[in-house]
């Protein structure tokens, strides 16, 4: 079944739900599949459409995990047409870094479709068929819709000289790049980067900086061991060479109209949005309370942490607190039971550490102890292991989690 055919079909009208019950069950039946799914897609599309190769890195194992979660993703969010659309709009943004084109929305469906039907077996029916290309001309309309509106806006990729380049220990770096013309981000958002060592290979990165008037930006990056991007980053690179940034993505931004405070909890490069984000609200000339907690691991402090504690010192709404088991305890490991309350009842264990002595894993098991804050979450993807970064909230729903950008073109920055 070729998706190209079902353009003449009434795709803005939402899937029905034994649409959505047909792609779900399908999914089901291909999952044991999962991980030869994308290499039979990508050695479908490539040989049928071998001119698309150039598109994409020469090793292909993220690329991989790229197209699974986009499709599950897609398949999760069939029935939030809002969200979905949302979703697609950013996704065919991002992808004009990569090149992609209007016509090659047909190839990639017809490739996925055959896939699909190859692994589903007799769950993959005519009435499967139909509710795939359906749900896939949508998706593909929407990216490409998004593309050509944002081609007439802005360009797709944004060249970024590196300025200066500082090491801190063996696998830290501070990379400061100047882009070509000016780049729209936001603090708190991430930026999507290639080197010209590994020009197809886009990794994520997140500016400590809000923007500035001389259009430089500062990144954060540690190699990662077995990542080719992130160690050419810091081993490698050197003032004078040109990276390349895609658009800035996620929504991790404080919204200048909100009064409520907000708590962040870091650690690791994860301190660098932080920091974005306190410089945001300079510009925007927001004064709400902003309290930060800083993890640890280890006897070194994050990279960082020195400049965000001079900025507390003139801002009297901000305040820093370093956290973690790598301080001094001043309090008894054990202690007596605290007495009950005149309800009978006793102080959560959560938040009675939180009054002593704060620390990151005690605000994520007790937000309750955190009141009347904005909620947000950004941290870095699972193949890192490097501390997460949580803005907190304590309102009526404590706990709510927002993503910091779409998760199928994800975060790996290795």
Request: charged share 25%.
């Amino acid at each position: 079944m070729n998706p190209r055919a079902a353009r003449s079909a009434d795709t803005d009208a939402p899937l029905s739900a034994h649409d959505i019950a047909l792609l779900r069950a399908s999914r089901a039946a291909v999952e044991p599949h999962a991980a030869d799914l994308p290499v039979h897609f990508y050695a479908t599309l490539f040989h049928r459409y071998p001119q698309v190769r150039e598109l994409f890195p020469p090793h292909m194992e993220i690329q991989h995990d790229k197209l699974l979660r986009a499709l599950l993703l897609i398949v999760d969010l069939v029935d939030d047409s809002e969200y979905l659309v949302r979703f697609c709009t950013e996704l065919g943004r991002d992808h004009r870094k990569f090149g992609a084109l209007s016509g090659h929305y047909a190839a990639v469906g017809e490739c996925l479709l055959a896939t699909l039907e190859h692994f589903a077996g007799p769950a993959w029916t005519t009435d499967v068929a139909a509710a795939w290309t359906r749900a896939y001309t949508a998706v593909a309309q929407a990216m490409d819709e998004a593309a050509q509106a944002d081609a007439a806006e802005r360009p797709a990729v944004w060249d970024a000289r590196i300025v200066d380049h500082r090491r801190h220990g063996p696998d830290l770096a501070e990379v400061t790049v100047r882009t070509d013309q000016p780049y729209p981000f936001t603090g708190g958002q991430f930026v999507s980067m290639a080197t010209p060592w590994w020009p197809k290979s886009w990794r994520h990165y997140s500016p400590s900086n809000a923007p500035r008037p001389d259009r430089t930006i500062t990144f954060h990056i540690r190699a990662v061991p077995g990542g080719p991007v992130s160690s050419a980053l810091v081993h490698r690179a050197v003032v004078g060479d040109v990276l390349r940034l895609g658009r800035p993505l996620g929504d991790m931004i404080l919204d200048p109209a909100s009064s409520r405070d907000v708590v962040c909890v870091a650690g690791g490069t994860g301190l660098a949005p932080i920091r974005a984000l306190v410089e945001q609200a300079l510009l925007d000339g927001v004064r709400r309370r902003m309290d930060i907690f800083v993890g640890a691991r280890g006897t070194s402090e994050p990279h960082g942490l020195d400049d965000i504690r001079r900025l507390s010192q003139h801002h009297h709404w901000l305040t820093v607190r370093a956290t973690g088991h790598r301080l001094r305890r001043t309090h008894p490991r054990r202690r007596p039971r605290p007495a009950r309350g005149a309800d009978g009842s006793r102080p959560l264990a959560g938040a009675r550490r939180l009054r002593q002595r704060p620390r990151a894993h005690d605000l994520q098991r007790c937000p309750g102890a955190v009141p009347r804050r904005s909620a947000t979450r950004s941290h870095p993807p699972r193949p890192v292991r490097a501390p997460r970064l949580h803005l907190l909230s304590a309102d009526s729903r404590p706990g709510t989690e927002v993503s910091d950008g779409p998760a199928p073109f994800g975060s790996v920055r290795r």
